[in-house]
């Protein structure tokens, strides 16, 4: 059983361009969630999804962030038009059901905003 | 809102002695108090945890107390070693899957 996969691993882009980050969650698993790790401070809670619908976005910045997670396929953060400020690993996890079973983190996605 | 405040940022001890990092939460619906260590450029790997019916839990080197009424927590490590050296979080959540709210993190290092 693969762990939660997450790509790509790096991602440079220009500012002004789209940022694609994609989520597979572990097998069987349908809840994500998707945090923010800015360089050398802790991880910020962006969004919490399950298939189809988002359940938790208190943490999305207003403009620019999305997320979805669609009945087949991986989660999906996008942010549109990067700024230098979006630079930073983003981490998702997913748990079996969003109740009393382990989150599994994955191995993060280093974005860099040039 | 939800908030939780870790401290030391940063813990410098020498190898074979006990390292302590406490944080404390604003949320008095938390229920599920998990810690990471993240090594440089990984993932968060969970450690430990514990629920809000039990006051403290071990597991080896690693022991975690918990203070529902006063909302804090803590992470001892005895017997440190290098390879313990890592940046450590806390978190708190409702229920064990769900959205974490995590501390800001300390970095321990473990002298040789």
């Known amino acids: 059983n693969a762990g939660v996969m997450q790509n790509p691993r790096h991602l440079v882009r220009r500012r002004g361009q789209e940022a694609r980050l994609r989520c597979s969650p572990m097998k069987g698993h349908s809840h994500v969630y998707w945090y923010r790790q800015l360089p050398e401070e802790g991880l910020k809670f962006m969004v919490y999804?399950?298939?189809?619908?988002?359940?938790?976005e208190s943490g999305m910045p207003k403009e620019r962030f999305s997320a979805e997670f669609p009945k087949e396929g991986p989660s999906i953060l996008r942010i549109q038009q990067v700024v230098r400020g979006d630079s930073a690993a983003y981490f998702c996890?997913?748990?079996?059901?969003?109740?009393?079973?382990?989150?599994?983190f994955g191995q993060g996605t280093r974005l860099t905003v040039v | 809102g939800e908030n939780v405040e870790q401290h030391p940022s940063t813990l410098s001890v020498q190898e074979g002695d006990s390292a302590v990092i406490k944080c404390t939460y604003s949320d008095s619906a938390s229920n599920y108090f998990p810690w990471y260590k993240q090594e440089l450029g990984k993932r968060p790997q969970l450690i430990i945890d514990?629920?809000?019916?039990?006051g403290e839990k071990k597991d080896q080197r690693i022991a975690v107390t918990l203070n529902k009424t006063a909302k804090h927590f803590s992470l001892h490590i005895t017997e440190t070693q290098p390879e313990d050296s890592a940046v450590y979080f806390c978190a708190a959540s409702i229920i064990q899957g769900g959205k974490l709210i995590f501390g800001q993190g300390t970095e321990l290092s473990v002298k040789p």
């Open positions: 999804l399950q298939k189809e619908n988002i359940i938790d």
């Open positions: 514990i629920r809000s019916n039990v």
């Open positions: 996890a997913s748990s079996l059901d969003g109740g009393n079973t382990e989150a599994f």
